[in-house]
């Protein structure tokens, strides 16, 4: 079966140090989503992606986060420099695109930052 | 804009013991509606999902029924196991648009034997 694979599964980083984190979406998925999860509330949305274009990036902090997706395939989400309150699971998850469909998800990479 | 509100956890039952858990929603046009679970260190699972008003979802003895007059899609099992110990999030997502999923806060079931 088809999954969204994402590395590491775990990070641990110093605070103001750079992380980087890889997902890898379901083959023919055009859209591609990265969430954050921060312990005990729901995802919330940091960036999506339709190909390799930025479609939403509203809630992405932009003055220490950035996504990629330079072929519209694989996609990495940056943290730089990485803060205390960044620790938290993030997730991946991608689409066909269309309304009536679900997204299917990452097992995420859980950051702390110490 | 788009949110859903779910029961506040956690939610603690004896096992067989008859499950609900309330989500209602606020949208714009008729969204497709979702609950998701997560298991311990893991990512999302799809539970089940209803794309039209009177919908009903269904999968592993749960249920949830798309109620348009109520604005909710509360979910629902007969009988939980402890096997069902997880936390449970309903979602809702655009219907005609490409837009993300909205998820709830997230409500967590503990099952004991």
């Known amino acids: 079966e088809a999954e969204v694979a994402q590395s590491p599964r775990y990070k641990i980083t110093e605070k103001s140090q750079a992380v980087a984190f890889w997902c890898d979406p379901i083959s023919g998925h055009a859209t591609l989503y990265w969430y954050r999860q921060i312990l005990g509330q729901g995802p919330e949305l940091l960036v999506q992606?339709?190909?390799?274009?930025?479609?939403?990036d509203s809630q992405l902090p932009k003055d220490r986060f950035s996504a990629e997706r330079l072929k519209g395939v694989d996609s990495t989400l940056k943290i730089q420099p990485a803060e205390l309150g960044d620790s938290a699971m993030y997730l991946c998850?991608?689409?066909?695109?269309?309304?009536?469909?679900?997204?299917?998800f990452g097992q995420g990479t859980r950051l702390t930052v110490v | 804009g788009n949110s859903v509100t779910q029961m506040e956890g956690p939610v603690t039952l004896s096992e067989e013991a008859f499950l609900t858990i309330n989500c209602t929603y606020t949208a714009t046009g008729y969204p497709s509606l979702f609950w998701y679970v997560q298991y311990p260190g893991e990512g999302l699972q799809l539970l089940l999902k209803a794309t039209k008003a009177d919908d009903k979802g269904s999968n592993k003895g749960f249920e949830a029924t798309y109620r348009k007059e109520t604005t909710s899609f509360h979910l629902e099992k007969g009988s939980v196991q402890v096997s069902d110990s997880a936390v449970y999030f309903c979602?809702?997502?655009?219907?005609?648009?490409?837009?993300?999923?909205?998820f709830g806060k997230g409500t967590r079931l503990s099952v004991i034997a």
């Open positions: 992606f339709q190909d390799e274009s930025v479609v939403d």
């Open positions: 979602a809702l997502r655009d219907f005609s648009g490409n837009t993300p999923l909205v």
């Open positions: 998850a991608s689409s066909t695109g269309f309304g009536n469909t679900e997204a299917f």
